[in-house]
């Protein structure tokens, strides 16, 4: 006789519904996606970053429980370092994507042909204030003001994008593929200035002849507001990478209810805009990257 399993769960639906109730817990019209000036959420034993929807829900962990670490392991792991998960700690559930191919036989022939099946599968996270027995790594000494300033200004330099400061609205303009930018002494501190200015920048990063980002057909009406959460996020990645706090900006709390509207009719669409956001943040850096060895090979 054949029973009946436990009903297998719906990842997409699982994680859409957790960034649902975070953005709908927010009792104040500023969310912060990054806690603190410790970089992206990575895996303490291989030192790898976290990318896409698992950045958000780890920080969204850190924030909601209070841990003082950005560093994560897995139970296996964690055993293999030689720690111990306290006794009662619930882990936080990640996510990966697996390609299976399938195989099948055309109808009417004997032929087979493989199709590949893009998998969605959990993965479960404690961090290290979960764990006994780990050493944490030594927080670094805090970054100067103007080190930190150092570091933006070398990615929006570098990035090669044409940023004017000018007017009394921030915006990338599509036609001439340009920033705009108030002037920096208009904003009430340096990072609100260089937050701004990286959400622009992950805006300029979807223009047709880099990473050609157009949800118009998907998302209709709400495309802009979608594409507004992709450059938050994007912000937020590269606020992390260069290790200072990213808050999502004041003025852009409107969108959040368009946001959820687009989430709660879409379970992929908070996987997409996290996926599009990490490669925007990679697509930045990498390019900063190669024009910095190019100028020093000159």
Known sequence: MKTTGTPKKDMYAQVTDEIIAMLESGKTSRLTWARSGDGLPRNHMTGTAYQGVNVLLLWAAVATNGYSSDRWLTYKQASEMGGQVRKGEKSVTCVFFKTLDRKSENEGDSTEKTDSVRMIKPFWLFNLDQIDGIEKPQAAAPLKEFQQI??????????????????????????????????????????????????????????????????????????????????????????????????MIPNHAGYIESWLKVLKSDKRAIFTAASQASKAHSYIIDLVRCNQKDQQAA
Do not use: Q
Not at 196 to 211: D, F, P, Q
């Open 150 to 247: 150092d570091a933006v200004e070398n990615v929006l330099i570098r990035s090669g994008a044409v940023i004017r400061e000018a007017g009394e609205k921030a915006f990338y303009h599509p036609s001439t593929d340009e920033i705009y930018l108030p002037e920096r002494t208009r904003f009430a501190s340096e990072i609100e200035f260089y937050s701004v200015a990286l959400h622009e920048l992950t805006h300029w990063t979807g223009a047709k002849h880099r990473l050609a980002r157009d949800f118009a057909k998907r998302f209709g009406s709400e495309a802009y507001a979608f594409e507004e959460l992709i450059a938050e996020l994007g912000s937020a990645f590269l606020n992390a990478e260069l290790g200072f706090a990213a808050s």
